[in-house]
C-alpha cells in the first residue's frame, strides 16, 4: 500500500511545500530547485571558469619568475627541524637498519644451510 500526493493524515490532506512552487526533487521535495554546473568528465569535478591574464600568457619568462618566487614562499613556510629532532630521526633510522640488518643476515645463514642440506 503506497502513499500518494492525496494522500491524507488525520483526514487533513497533504500539501507540498513552497506554496505551490515546483520542488526541486520528488524524493526530497522541500529541497529546492539546483542549477547544474558543467561537469569534468574526465574527473568528475566542476569545471572552474579560468583564464589567464592576457600579459602572463605573452611572458614566459614571468611564468619561470612566479614558479620560483612561489617555491621559495613554500620553503619560507616549512617548519624545519631542529637539530635535537635530525639527530633523534637520524638515530630512529640507524636503529632500524642494524635491526633489518641482522634480521636479514641470520635469515641468510638459515636458508644457507637449509639450502646446502638439500643439496
Given amino acids: 500500500m503506497g502513499l500518494s500526493e492525496d494522500a491524507a493524515v488525520d483526514g487533513q490532506p497533504i500539501e ?3 506554496n505551490g512552487e515546483p520542488a526541486g526533487s520528488s524524493v526530497f521535495p522541500q529541497l529546492g530547485a ?10 568528475g569535478e566542476p569545471e572552474l571558469p579560468y583564464e589567464q591574464p592576457a600579459r602572463a600568457r605573452a ?8 614558479f620560483l618566487r612561489g617555491c621559495w614562499a613554500e620553503l619560507q613556510r616549512v617548519q624545519w627541524p631542529d637539530r635535537r ?3 633523534q630521526a ?6 632500524f637498519v642494524v635491526i633489518a640488518g641482522i634480521f ?3 635469515a641468510d645463514q638459515i ?3 637449509i639450502v646446502n642440506a638439500i643439496l
Avoid: I, K, Y
Wanted: hydrophobic share 40%; no cysteine.
Fill in 16 to 18: 507540498p511545500p513552497g
Fill in 34 to 43: 539546483f542549477a547544474e554546473e558543467p561537469v569534468n568528465v574526465a574527473f
Fill in 59 to 66: 611572458e614566459h619568462g614571468n611564468r619561470v619568475f612566479n
Fill in 85 to 87: 629532532q635530525v639527530a
Fill in 90 to 95: 637520524t638515530g630512529v633510522v640507524l636503529g
Fill in 104 to 106: 636479514l643476515g641470520v
Fill in 111 to 113: 636458508s644457507q644451510q
